[in-house]
C-alpha cells in the first residue's frame, strides 16, 4: 500500500463523510434547492465515534499520525461504505452490528467487509488506554489465562506468533467460547469471531488489527515488534469487563 491510494481513499471519505452535511444545507435553504418531490436521505444508520482519547495518547507505542489516518480515514471508510450498503438495502436498516455478523454469509459482502472494519476499530479503540494508564487483567481473568494458557508470558507468546502468522491483512484475537474456555483465533480481512464465517467462533475479548496500516509508519514491515511492544497500551481493565460479561451471560 503505497501514500497514494491511502490519500485517494481519505478524499473518497471525506467525500462520503461531507454528504450529511449538505442534506443539512438543503433543509436550511429549501428555496435554492431541488424540486420538493426530492426525498431528504434517510440519517445513516452507523456514525463514527471519535477516538476515546488524543492521537497522541498511546505514544511511544503508536504514534499520532498512525492513529489519526487510522481512525480518520480507514475506519471513516469503513463506516461509509457500510451505510451504502445498508441504504441500498432497507431490511439491513435497524439490524445490531452483531445481528449482522452473526448471519454475514447471507448479507451482502459489503457488510462482511466494511460492517466487519466497523465493529473490529470500535472494538480496537476501546481495547486501548494510554502506556501510563494500562492496569492488570482481573483476578479472574488473570486465573483463566494461566488455566487454558499455562501462564500470562505463554499467552502473549502465542498471541504475537498468531498475528504474525497471518498472511496478508487481518486480526488476531482473544476470545472466550461458549464453553467458557479461552482461545486464541485469527480472522483474515476484517472477518471476526462473531461472524458465522468466521472459523473459530466465540466472544471477543481482545483483538489487535495487523493490518499494515495499522502499525507501517512507525513499523515498517516489522509486525512482530508492533504485536511485542502493543502488550504496553492493552486495557487490561476493559478486557476483564468483557471476560466478566460474557462469563455471567454464559451462567
Ligand atoms: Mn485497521
Do not use: C
Amino acid at each position: 500500500m503505497t501514500i497514494h491510494t491511502l490519500t485517494r481513499g481519505a478524499t473518497a471519505a471525506l467525500l462520503l463523510a461531507a454528504l450529511p452535511l449538505q442534506g443539512l444545507a438543503q433543509q436550511a435553504a429549501p428555496a435554492a434547492q431541488a424540486p420538493a418531490a426530492t426525498t431528504p436521505a434517510p440519517a445513516p444508520a452507523f456514525t463514527l465515534e471519535p477516538l476515546p482519547y488524543r492521537y497522541d495518547a498511546l505514544e511511544p507505542v503508536i504514534d499520532a499520525r498512525t492513529m489519526q489516518i487510522h481512525h480518520d480515514r480507514h475506519h471513516r471508510f469503513y463506516v461509509g461504505n457500510l451505510n451504502k450498503a445498508i441504504d441500498a438495502d432497507p431490511s439491513l436498516r435497524g439490524l445490531s452490528l452483531e445481528a449482522m455478523m452473526a448471519r454475514v454469509s447471507k448479507l451482502p459482502e459489503a457488510v462482511r467487509n466494511h460492517g466487519g472494519g466497523h465493529w473490529n476499530h470500535d472494538f480496537f479503540w476501546k481495547s486501548m488506554v494510554a502506556p501510563t494508564q494500562s492496569k492488570p487483567p482481573s483476578a479472574e481473568l488473570a486465573a483463566a489465562i494461566d488455566r487454558d494458557f499455562g501462564s500470562m508470558a505463554k499467552f502473549k507468546e502465542t498471541f504475537q506468533a498468531t498475528g504474525l502468522a497471518r498472511f496478508g491483512s487481518g486480526w488476531v484475537w482473544l476470545i472466550v467460547g461458549a464453553d467458557g474456555k479461552l482461545r486464541i483465533t485469527s480472522t483474515p480481512n476484517q472477518d471476526n469471531p462473531l461472524m458465522d464465517v468466521a472459523a473459530v467462533r466465540g466472544t471477543p475479548l481482545l483483538g489487535n488489527d495487523v493490518w499494515e496500516h495499522a502499525y507501517y509508519l512507525k513499523y515498517q514491515n516489522l509486525r512482530g515488534d508492533y504485536l511485542f511492544r502493543w502488550w504496553d497500551v492493552v486495557d487490561w481493565s476493559v478486557v476483564s469487563q468483557r471476560y466478566a460479561a460474557a462469563a455471567g451471560a454464559g451462567r
